[in-house]
Nanobody, 119 residues
Framework: QVQLVESGGGLVQAGGSLRLSCAAS????????MGWFRQAPGKEREFVAA????????WYADSVKGRFTISKDNAKNTVYLHMNSLKLEDTALYCC????????????WGQGTQVTVSS
């Protein structure tokens, strides 16, 4: 099992920045890929960004490209989401997830951290 705990959410004005953290514990050697997802009230959960745990490969949703950056500290078993130029539509519950394999499936999920962007 892998446990994921997110932190770093909060209230920020539009145009501001936040850094989210996701600390992994447990069988972290099983992690192949880490991802960030978000879900706004009344909307489906959507993919935000992901990276391969053992390489520099990353992916981003078009809506966040150029504004968000995913990074990791393997020594700390932590993945980060650096969010800049935040927009009102970025308001959501942000969750991190871990995948054991190369399929699209994520096997472990955190509880999430709320990000609220105000005007």
């Amino acid at each position: 099992q892998v446990q994921l705990v997110e932190s770093g959410g909060g209230l920020v004005q539009a145009g501001g920045s936040l850094r989210l953290s996701c600390a992994a514990s447990g069988r972290t050697a099983n992690i192949y890929r880490m991802g960030w997802f978000r879900q706004a009230p009344g909307k489906e959960r959507e993919f935000v960004a992901a990276n391969i745990w053992s390489s520099s490969t990353t992916w981003y949703a078009d809506s966040v490209k150029g504004r968000f950056t995913i990074s990791k500290d393997n020594a700390k078993n932590t993945v980060y989401l650096h969010m800049n130029s935040l927009k009102l539509e970025d308001t959501a519950l942000y969750c991190c997830a871990a995948a054991r394999g190369k399929s699209a499936q994520y096997d472990y999920w955190g509880q999430g951290t709320q990000v609220t962007v105000s005007s």
